[in-house]
């Protein structure tokens, strides 16, 4: 019975042990077709494989390109909840092994609460972020406490409400409600005098980002 349902990446380490071993490319077919049947790797690129390997190539993993880390980029930003299973579906040219590899290492996420999020800021993050406060800087100077008054207004916020807390450090939620309410019962529990300190600190916050070229700092 053959192997079922194998990797590329594993067969490629394979194909890679018995050059090692000094095995011709027929007799590497041959293995490779009795471990993983018909569905394993056809014969021109089991000989390909030989071919570079006996070359002096050492990874099993496809090449990486510009244009594939884009797309998988794009496709993270478009749904954070995608999963690998479903990503490889979307990009069956490259391997899962090597498709984790640029979600985890060449894009920096790793998954959190079933969304896939960056692990440190990115370039582009970065750039957003300074021209955010450069932006905000300019309307803080040109209306002064006015503006900084008119960052919270009732209900109405200056960010996005994309955000949607499910765990935090020293507490772990079980649902969007839960985690809700208690960030509805912790701003309750403050008087307006703490948000209002918050609020006025800002401006300083935002020439720290636009001088640390748009670093992250607690």
Known sequence: MSIQSPAKCEIRGVIRYLVWKGKTPVEVYNEVKTAYGDK??????????????????????????????????????????????????????????????????????????ARWVPKQLTDQHKLNRVEAGQEFLRRYKLHGDE??????????????????????ADRRFHSYEEAQKWIDSWIASKDMSFFRRGIHVLPERWEKVISSDGQYFK
């Open 147 to 168: 503006f900084l008054r008119s960052i919270v207004t009732g209900d109405e916020t200056w960010v996005e409400k994309s955000f949607q807390p499910t765990w935090r």
């Open 40 to 113: 394993g790797m056809n014969r021109t690129s089991v000989f390909k494989w030989c071919r570079e390997f006996k070359n002096g190539r050492t990874s099993v993993h496809d090449d990486q390109s510009d244009d594939i880390v884009e797309k998988i980029e794009n496709a993270l930003r478009d749904d954070r909840r995608l999963t690998v299973d479903e990503l490889s579906a979307m990009f069956p040219q490259i391997t899962r092994c090597l498709l984790h590899a640029t979600i985890t290492e060449t894009l920096g996420y790793q998954k959190l609460s």
